[in-house]
């Protein structure tokens, strides 16, 4: 399936947030992939990204690349320590995560043709 390839392993995505007064706030990161149906990715050193996660842990999340365009909105899980942090430190090269993000995936939109995708 192409939204799998799209958030395969070392995949770039555009991850926004919004912050405290509302604006949207945009990083590029890299995905580490699927496990156990959500979205694995590392967080390094993205500060603001954390913060505003901290208070409002939703996401909308675009890939990016040869492999398609999706969009992707969903709930964040944020681990310091267990599974899937050492999981994210382990498919991670530096700067290593100091957080390990699990996303769920609510919704997905296939951009190319406007479609909601069932997982």
Same mark, same amino acid.
């Given at each position: 399936?192409? !939204?799998?390839?799209? %958030? &395969?392993?070392?995949? /770039? =995505?555009?991850? &926004?947030?919004? *912050?405290?007064?509302?604006?949207?706030? &945009?990083?590029?990161?890299?995905? /580490?992939? +699927?496990?156990?149906?959500?979205?694995? @990715?590392?967080?390094? $050193?993205?500060?603001? *990204?954390?913060?505003?996660? =901290?208070?409002?842990?939703?996401?909308? $999340?675009?890939? &990016?690349?040869?492999?398609?365009? !999706?969009? @992707?909105?969903?709930? %964040?899980?944020? !681990?310091?320590?267990?599974?899937?942090?050492?999981?994210?430190?382990? =498919?991670?090269?530096?700067?290593?995560?100091?957080?390990?993000? +699990? %996303?769920?995936?609510?919704?997905?939109?296939?951009?190319?043709?406007?479609?909601?995708?069932?997982?």
């Amino acid at each position: 399936m192409a !939204f799998q390839e799209a %958030v &395969s392993h070392k995949e /770039l =995505l555009v991850v &926004s947030t919004v *912050t405290k007064d509302g604006k949207p706030h &945009s990083n590029i990161m890299v995905s /580490l992939g +699927l496990v156990d149906g959500k979205l694995l @990715i590392g967080l390094c $050193i993205q500060n603001i *990204t954390f913060e505003n996660l =901290l208070r409002e842990p939703t996401v909308c $999340i675009v890939t &990016s690349g040869d492999k398609g365009y !999706f969009r @992707i909105k969903g709930k %964040v899980e944020m !681990f310091e320590s267990g599974k899937y942090f050492d999981l994210a430190n382990s =498919l991670s090269n530096p700067p290593m995560p100091k957080k390990a993000l +699990l %996303v769920s995936l609510d919704e997905v939109l296939d951009l190319d043709t406007g479609k909601v995708i069932t997982l």
